[in-house]
Nanobody
Framework: QLQASGGGLVQAGGSLRLSCAAS????????LAWFRQAPGTEREFVAA????????GYADSVKDRFTISRDKAKNTMYLQMNDLKPEDTAVYYC????????????????WGQGTQVTVSS
């Protein structure tokens, strides 16, 4: 089970940190990821991290502004979002799977409930 939190309302240029707490399983061998979905759009990949090695990947739109990380001891993944822009406004979801490390949301097996991020201009 994944539980996302940390969303909120922030002004452009501000920062937020999202958390995704995992329970009920070990994530050894898993890839965890953040996706986002704005109204009327498809869910899009934001960033991913491999649980065991902490190898990361980012969408071009967030590279150099967002940082994904994980804390094994807390069984939690984070997304530090800096220099936020109005176009970052979306519901952010965390997801996990144990066989795929890519960007397609359809290949992820487990999903959190989403947390709203709103960036005002």
């Amino acid at each position: 089970q994944l539980q996302a939190s940390g969303g909120g309302l922030v002004q452009a240029g501000g920062s937020l940190r999202l958390s995704c707490a995992a329970s009920g399983r070990s994530f050894s061998g898993y890839t965890l990821a953040w996706f986002r979905q704005a109204p009327g759009t498809e869910r899009e990949f934001v960033a991913a991290i491999t649980w065991s090695t902490a190898s990361t990947g980012y969408a071009d739109s967030v590279k150099d502004r967002f940082t994904i990380s994980r804390d094994k001891a807390k069984n939690t993944m984070y997304l530090q979002m800096n220099d936020l822009k109005p176009e970052d406004t979306a519901v952010y979801y965390c997801a996990a799977n144990n066989y795929y490390s890519g960007t397609s949301s359809q290949r992820y097996l487990y999903w959190g409930q989403g947390t709203q991020v709103t960036v005002s201009s």
